[in-house]
């Protein structure tokens, strides 16, 4: 069964149409979660996560930011396996306080192969 690796914050959930892009991209695959913590990681312990997410042939999905992890990932996925991040090209605006707030919607989601 084909792995699929999602990154993601560890406070942040997955919404209903990501796991559908999810599902049509990859169908019945086997996800596995690496939560990244809410305080962050140092660059460190990025490159280290790095390594030993491509010890085995998968495709992996970045969802929140963690910077030297995905420069980490693009050096050496072309022996590995496809890595993709979660792209919404739409935006909303919403006034609050006199102030213009961009806020990504729930719909718009989809992959881009990096």
């Avoid at 996925?77 to 306080?97: A, H, P, Q, S, T």
């Avoid at 961009?102 to 881009?112: C, Q």
Wanted: hydrophobic residues 40%; aromatic residues 8%; positive net charge.
């Amino acid at each position: 069964m084909k792995v699929v690796k999602i990154v993601i914050n560890e406070e942040h959930r997955l919404l209903k149409c990501q796991h559908e892009v999810l599902e049509k991209t990859f169908g019945r695959a086997w996800y596995e979660y690496i939560q990244i913590p809410a305080g962050g990681m140092t660059a460190k312990e990025q490159v280290e996560l790095a390594g030993r997410m491509w010890e085995e042939e998968c495709d992996v999905v970045v969802v929140s930011p963690a910077p030297v992890l995905l420069t980490e990932l693009v050096k050496v996925k072309k022996k590995k396996g496809k890595l993709y991040v979660f792209v919404n090209d739409k935006r909303e605006k919403i006034e609050k306080d006199g102030r213009i707030l961009l806020k990504l919607p729930a719909d718009g989601w989809y992959l881009w192969e990096v």
